[in-house]
């Protein structure tokens, strides 16, 4: 949910959008890294909001059709997703302004916190459990990721966990990311039906949640280790080869992982149902 106290920008109601957010309000300190769509920097906004600002590098986005899908995506608000604040587009190259993640990628967070963490499987289900709940979220807004995975949720103060970049994957314009024989798709964390038709849903997305939980058991291990995607996709697709169970994973968290890599997706519980399932596992602490 938006932090307390932001209203809508100065701008609103007055023949701008709601989205829009004037540049001159932002401050731009460090680059926090690169995504797929440019430099991302830590800012403020209005002096006191800290905030991740987006610089949308030319040619990296198909900008027209995400300013006009950011409307949507601004309407989407849980605690375990990064809010997206606005965006400056009367101007290039675009910012896009979302919620600022004190201790950046999940992926990175589990790779320095591994010795650690490994050790408290209650804290590992706890992540589970979060990023489920903004699935959740997700699939009843009929929402679809296309890209859940560790490198792609962000951990926050006091460890919260966020799932970020929804939705982002249909602006890309890098056909190496978009196509599913791409070298940069996500092919590791895809389903048959996408592997094989593209076809994406909140199943799907539940398949890539299976590999996501894997990835918190293992400690952010590279699913199927050296593997080339090639290989994984005739294992996976075509010998029914699943992940194995993490040493730090609990047979019954184990079971909740394969039920979401269940060949057919009609067979894949939906994020409701995964909930419970997790929620029913860290009650009974083990
Ligand atoms: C199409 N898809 C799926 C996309 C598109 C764009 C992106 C991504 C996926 C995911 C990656 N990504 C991206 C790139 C760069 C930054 C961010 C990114 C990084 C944040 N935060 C931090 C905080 C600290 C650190 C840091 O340096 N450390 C080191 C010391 O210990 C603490 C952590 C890094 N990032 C943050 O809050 N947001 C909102 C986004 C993000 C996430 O947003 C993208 O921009």
């Known amino acids: 949910s938006p932090p307390t106290g932001t209203s809508q920008p100065s701008t609103a109601g007055f023949g701008h959008d709601i989205w829009e957010i004037d540049p001159t309000e932002l401050e731009l300190f460090e680059e926090l890294g690169r995504g797929q769509f440019g430099s991302v920097k830590r800012g403020k906004w209005r002096k006191n909001k800290s905030v991740a600002v987006k610089m949308m590098q030319q ?39 979302i919620e600022y993640m004190k201790h950046g990628s999940l992926l990175n967070y589990l790779k320095r916190q591994r010795g650690v963490i490994l050790k408290k499987p209650n804290k590992l289900l706890d992540m589970c459990l979060q990023v489920c709940r903004a699935m959740k979220y997700l699939e009843s807004q009929s929402f679809i990721h296309r890209d859940l995975a560790a490198r792609n949720c962000l951990v926050g103060d006091n460890l919260v966990v966020k799932v970020g970049d929804f939705g982002l994957a249909r602006y890309v314009l890098d056909d190496e990311y978009t196509s599913s024989s791409g070298t940069k798709f996500p092919i590791k964390w895809a389903p048959p039906e996408v592997l094989g038709y593209t076809r994406f849903s909140s199943k799907s997305d539940v398949w890539a949640f299976g590999v996501l939980m894997w990835e918190i058991f293992t400690g952010g291990d590279m699913p199927y280790g050296k593997i080339k995607n090639q290989e994984v996709v005739e294992q996976v697709v075509h010998h029914g080869k699943r992940l194995e169970k993490p040493q730090a994973c609990p047979g019954e968290v184990y079971d909740i992982m394969m039920v979401c890599w269940e060949k057919d997706e009609r067979n894949r519980p939906g994020f409701a149902v995964l909930e419970n399932k997790l929620a029913n596992l860290s009650d009974d602490d083990y």
């Open 59 to 97: 040619g990296m986005m198909n900008e027209d059709d995400f300013i006009d899908e950011a409307k949507t995506m601004k309407m989407l608000q849980h605690e375990n997703l990064v809010q997206l604040y606005g965006v400056c587009s009367k101007q290039r190259p675009i910012y896009i302004v």
